[in-house]
């Protein structure tokens, strides 16, 4: 079962005041970890991203969160690091619960296997990054990240879904130099852009 089809069926089987629904602002900051909850956040619209601030007050972005996709407090340890905070990219709705409630509640039981499978498609996604930081150039981050985005829109096209200071940040290099990168990828034929439209010719 695919993303989309997890989250409408959790979202509908989920009863009473165990779920809650909230739109958030663009730049509005949706959850931190300062708290010690179990809450378990779904995307119904928009988009989020995870960063982490650094002692100058530097924004470092983690991860970032379409549609359908899952995060929340449930997947960090707060006494690591407080400083990270799950902030709406544009106009973002989600839908939450606390995961306590529901592990306790035998009227859940039945749902708990989707949620299992949600947070593993999610933990595939997590992975996906993983595999990009793994490369040790800028170019091979950039072609991996690429790959990736092509095989969601099936063709190998598609959009850049953040600015190129946010795109640098996450795939940790520097913009400047990643800038260069893609226009010597432009110039070697291996892709053509028309702002932050994409297109792969190998």
């Known amino acids: 079962m695919e993303k989309k089809e997890l989250v409408h069926k959790i979202y509908s089987e989920m009863t009473g005041n165990s779920i809650k629904v909230k739109t958030y602002s663009k730049n509005q900051i949706i959850t931190n970890f300062l708290a010690n909850r179990n809450y378990i956040y779904f995307v119904l619209s928009g988009s989020c991203s995870l960063c982490s601030f650094s002692s100058k007050g530097e924004l470092h972005l983690l991860q970032r969160y379409e ?91 598609f959009d850049l879904p953040m600015s190129y200071t946010q795109m640098a940040s996450f795939l940790g290099v520097d913009r400047s130099a990643m800038a260069r990168e893609i226009k010597q990828l432009e110039l070697d034929r291996i892709i053509s852009k028309n702002r932050h439209h994409i297109i792969l010719n190998k």
């Open 67 to 157: 549609r359908y996709d899952c995060f929340g407090d449930i997947f960090h340890n707060i006494e690591l690091n407080n400083e990270k905070s799950v902030i709406a990219n544009t106009k973002t709705s989600v839908f939450y619960f606390d995961y306590d409630e529901i592990i306790s509640n035998a009227e859940y039981h039945d749902i708990i296997g989707d949620i299992c499978n949600m947070i593993i498609l999610q933990m595939r996604t997590m992975n996906d990054r993983l595999e990009v930081l793994s490369k040790k150039t800028i170019r091979d981050r950039l072609l991996a990240y690429f790959d990736i985005l092509s095989k969601r829109n099936i063709v190998k096209e």
